[in-house]
């Protein structure tokens, strides 16, 4: 365990298992990493994420850098020489406001160029707003844009796949952008498209339709088109509501909510009754 300046922490080992892309060739690049932590006794919860740490030196003089990402797997059995995580990363850039010039994200160009055998260091696990209700009769609404659907992933392997009689209703809604049309919907990485011969279970991706369109746009059409039916989920007193990804992602949501509503303010109303229930939760991003 390793002591890092900044008040990042102490640090564990991890190596780099497998790195994959998950999406088609394109101007975007999604990959999905798995890593094992060099500590049979490092634990996490579904929902939780962990920091990556990057050595520096770093623009502006800090010697590291730090970028939290959700882990993307259920909770397994220790082995022997450690813990297995997955995560869900996006090769990241930014443009300068000042001189317009395009710069690599830090951590996700890190990590989408580590190859298996890397070794990295990690923090957390971290505290998270996302926890999994222990009643196998609730309802779980998950709404997502892009990577943000790496949760989701664990709470469907862990409902699904580590519990059993699981009755109450899953809706999972997510936008991405075109070309990730393959992104966790295949059996190979028995992921979303194994669970739909759950009775329980219904998933909904929307696909940006064209290059001038963003991924909430395409998740306001998939919600749009299911309104009535998430409407009368959200009103259901054993229902939890997850939304991960953009901060545009829940300004869609409400506006979709206070329409089915029939107005802002009878929205507004019930929202404060699942948050004051615990039962409304959000992990968004700028």
Known sequence: MTDYPSGVGPTLPAVIKESRRINPEGPDEVRHIRLQVI????RYLEGQSIGVVV????????PLHLRRYSIANARELPLEEGVDLELLVRRCFYIDEVSGERYPGIASNFLCDARPGDRIQITGPYASPFKMPQDHRSNLLMISTGTGVAPFRAFMQSIYERR???SGQVRLFYGARTGLETLYRNDRDT????YYDEKTFRAFQALIPRRTTDEE????RSLEDNASEVW???QQPNTYVFLAGLERTAVVLERILSQAAGSE????????????DGRWSELLYS
């Open 265 to 276: 303010s009878a929205w507004l109303r019930l929202k404060g009754r699942l948050l004051e």
């Open 164 to 166: 059993s009689g699981w």
């Open 191 to 194: 992921d979303f498209a194994n």
């Open 232 to 234: 009368d989920l959200v």
């Open 55 to 62: 050595p520096g030196p770093h623009p502006f003089g800090n």
């Open 39 to 42: 500590d049979p006794g490092f």
């Open 217 to 220: 746009a395409a998740l306001q």
